[in-house]
């Protein structure tokens, strides 16, 4: 069963358990941060992604994404980052004290260091937003309800050398797919909210699960 993610209570608990990384985390140097938005969308708990510009440079232009982005020296934190890059990306602009924690690093293939901040953003329509053109191509919400369905989730078996590297989670069936370092945090988050109801895609060897 779902538990209501968006009462007190849940937002009490969430932001109990990620207290200790928050603390150890926030202030740590990092390449970038994202924004990890929980909302309510006609009332149904869900999570806010965007679809990165096809106009944009790099590798992942027209990828699905967290709002986000480079760490600047003018920010005080990676708390600040995402907060800065949600306002710059969506025009949303998301108080501080509506943060709830930072969630576990990721790595991209640089090895450079992404920290994901989690935000309780309230009732949301993802079509009243002002996306930045130059950034985003499209914002979408998919509820909680739809990333723990079975059916909805997937997962692909990376090799090297004819070995097995490691296994990433893939969501699906939604506007557009989630994968990549936006699934990893994702997946955190499932295993936040929802403990016990989503079951971990996300392997590598030798990985300790914190």
């Not at 140097?29 to 440079?57: D, E, H, K, N, Q």
């Not at 890059?85 to 450079?112: F, N």
């Not at 909805?152 to 090799?159: A, D, E, I, K, R």
Request: proline share 9%; charged share 20%.
């Amino acid at each position: 069963m779902l538990p209501n993610c968006l009462s007190a209570e849940g937002e009490w608990r969430c932001r109990r358990l990620l207290a200790e990384a928050t603390a150890r985390l926030r202030a740590r140097p990092a390449a970038a941060a994202v924004l990890v938005p929980l909302c309510s969308v006609r009332g149904v708990p869900a999570l806010l992604y965007t679809l990165r510009s096809s106009r944009l440079a790099g590798r992942h232009k027209g990828d699905v994404s967290f709002p986000g982005g480079k760490c600047d020296p003018t920010d005080h934190d990676v708390v600040h980052t995402a907060l800065r890059e949600t306002r710059e990306e969506l025009g949303l602009a998301v108080p501080e004290d509506h943060v709830w924690g930072v969630l576990q690093p990721v790595y991209d293939q640089r090895k450079a260091t992404v920290v994901p901040v989690l935000a309780g953003v309230g009732p949301l329509d993802p079509q009243s937003l002002k996306p930045n053109p130059e950034e985003v191509d499209d914002v979408f919400a998919l509820p909680l309800a739809h990333l723990l369905q079975a059916q909805n989730q997937g997962y692909t078996h990376f090799c090297q050398g004819g070995h097995f590297r490691y296994t990433l989670p893939v969501f699906l069936h939604g506007p557009h797919r989630v994968w990549g370092l936006t699934a990893i945090i994702t997946e955190f988050t499932l295993q936040l909210l929802a403990p016990g109801a989503y079951q971990p895609r996300l392997f590598f060897p030798g990985l300790s699960r914190g």
